[in-house]
T-cell receptor, first 115, second 109 residues
């Protein structure tokens, strides 16, 4: 049964360290999203890709965050250097673009704690 | 004013009650998405709809494009339905997804 996978599931790191989160979208899906969820802000869109090209990353702090899709089976989100305010759950979702929108399938999330 | 408004923010009901969660939006959309997030954090897509009504088990979603309003109904509610229900709309200009703040539902046995 196809699903989006994310690694790691949990990450605790110290302020200033680099964090890399990985996502494997569902095979055949052409759109990948990165979201961040905190208690205060709810779900925020950080970036999304279609056919591996970044379409929108306006939600992402550019000075420290970067998102890439080196190939169709892997999306990465990096934070360098990490800060305590980056502590959140980061979700990856993938979807297949249809005419009127697309179902998004969410991964289990990466819970990041920056101390 | 938020482009996507959900109501109520919080809802507590007894097992067996009929539940309605509302979503209103102010932008032109191509489709609307209802999702469920369980206390454990996982997010599951429930429905994507652009017109009319969809039903899956005890869940029913309706949308009125003219009134810019959608509802999610749960019949014969059960404690396992306790979760946050999130409405999100796809803007028809660029397919960007705009999220509502969610409705926290608690069903008591």
């Amino acid at each position: 049964d196809a699903r989006v996978t994310q690694t790691p599931r949990h990450k605790v790191t110290e302020m200033g360290q680099e964090v890399t989160m990985r996502c494997q979208p569902i095979l055949g899906h052409n759109t990948v999203f990165w979201y961040r969820q905190t208690m205060m802000q709810g779900l925020e869109l950080l970036a999304y890709f279609r056919n591996r090209a970044p379409l929108d990353d306006s939600g992402m702090p550019k000075d420290r965050f970067s998102a890439e899709m080196p190939d169709a089976t892997l999306a990465t989100l990096k934070i360098q250097p990490s800060e305590p305010r980056d502590s959140a759950v980061y979700f990856c979702a993938s979807g297949l673009v249809l005419l009127a929108g697309y179902e998004q399938y969410f991964g289990p999330g990466t819970r990041l704690t920056v101390t | 004013k938020n482009e996507v408004e959900q109501s109520p923010q919080n809802l507590t009901a007894q097992e067996g009650e009929f539940i309605t969660i509302n979503c209103s939006y102010s932008v032109g959309i191509s489709a609307l998405h209802w999702l469920q997030q369980h206390p454990g954090g996982g997010i599951v897509s429930l429905f994507m709809l652009s017109s009319g009504k969809k039903k899956h088990g005890r869940l029913i979603a309706t949308i009125n494009i003219q009134e810019k309003h959608s509802s999610l109904h749960i019949t014969a509610s059960h404690p396992r339905d306790s979760a946050v229900y999130i409405c999100a709309v796809y803007m028809d200009s660029n397919y960007q997804l705009i999220w509502g703040a969610g409705t926290k539902l608690i069903i008591k046995p």
